[in-house]
């Protein structure tokens, strides 16, 4: 999931770095249109990621508890 | 369009982003492509670094490439490059009665920056205002979020024309233009310049979208 959250940003910083290039309005459309969505997936994954992290660790020190 | 077929004496480049601003992009983004790539070959990262690389650097860096395409979208180009305004930028840059055709012919308004030019008002607030309304024009044409004909939102603002004609000698001179009612219903925007007095911006067919209204 990390790794997918990786992969979201670094379209959005490829992106960006494409906008510096651009003069055309529908081009820029298209670029907002897709950044915008890849930069809160990205966050979002690695927000579930850090999540299911917790939860497994939680899980292995209750597990470990356990007589 | 930008004279470049009469000759390198007319042409002009389209906009670039200056070189300073391609080094801070560049200087900006590289340690965030970096942890990024980090990220994905060992599918772990910690906060710090995650921090950075998922938000911090792809956010600011997306902020200052924005910067740049609100700067290059000064050009004609730029606002011609939409099916709903190329209609509107053929008919100003192919000459007639039309003011935003008089104007460019007559080279009273820049041709690579004639949007720009007569649709921002002015000092800084003027530019930030063109330029928010310019951000909307995006949005609204990414969802098909307009409607033909093409209008004007709210009253154009007499300032523009004022910034340019209010120092030219035969503006002053005309009854009409110093006569006290016109002036408050001009600056109140009871009315414009357009319409009873001088011709339209554009012509009607243009406003209309690229399929005459059917668009």
Known sequence: MIRLACLFQLVVLGIALSMVKNTNGQTATAQMLVAGPCFVLGLALYGVALLRGRGRSAALSNHSRKP | ?215
């Not at chain 2, 902020?63 to 700067?71: G, H, K, P, R, S």
């Not at chain 2, 979208?73 to 009665?97: E, N, Q």
């Not at chain 2, 969802?143 to 503006?171: D, K, M, T, W």
């Open chain 2, 1 to 215: 369009m930008d004279g470049s077929d009469l000759g390198p004496l007319f042409a002009t480049s389209p906009f670039e982003a200056s070189r300073w601003l391609l080094g801070v992009l560049v200087l900006f983004a590289a340690p965030g492509v970096a942890i990024l790539l980090w990220g994905l070959v060992t599918g772990r990262l910690s906060r710090t670094p995650a921090g950075l690389g998922l938000l911090a650097i792809p956010a600011s860096v997306f902020v200052l490439a924005n910067f740049y395409l609100l700067e290059a979208s000064k050009d004609t180009r730029f606002c011609g490059s939409c099916h709903v305004m190329a209609p509107i930028l053929k008919a100003a840059l192919g000459g007639g009665k039309t003011l935003a055709a008089r104007h460019i012919e007559l080279g009273a308004i820049p041709r690579t920056e004639a949007c720009y030019a007569c649709h921002s008002d002015y000092g800084l607030w003027g530019t930030v205002q063109a330029k928010s309304s310019g951000v909307m024009h995006v949005v609204r044409n990414a969802f098909g979020l307009y409607g033909f004909p093409i209008q004007h939102n709210g009253p154009y603002p007499v300032s523009i024309c004022l910034r340019c004609h209010a120092q030219a000698e035969n503006f002053r001179k005309e009854d009409s233009h110093t006569d006290p009612d016109v002036q408050s219903g001009l600056l109140d925007g009871t009315f414009s310049c357009t319409g009873d007095c001088h011709n339209e911006a554009h012509p009607e067919e243009a406003l209309n979208g690229p399929e005459g209204g059917k668009g």
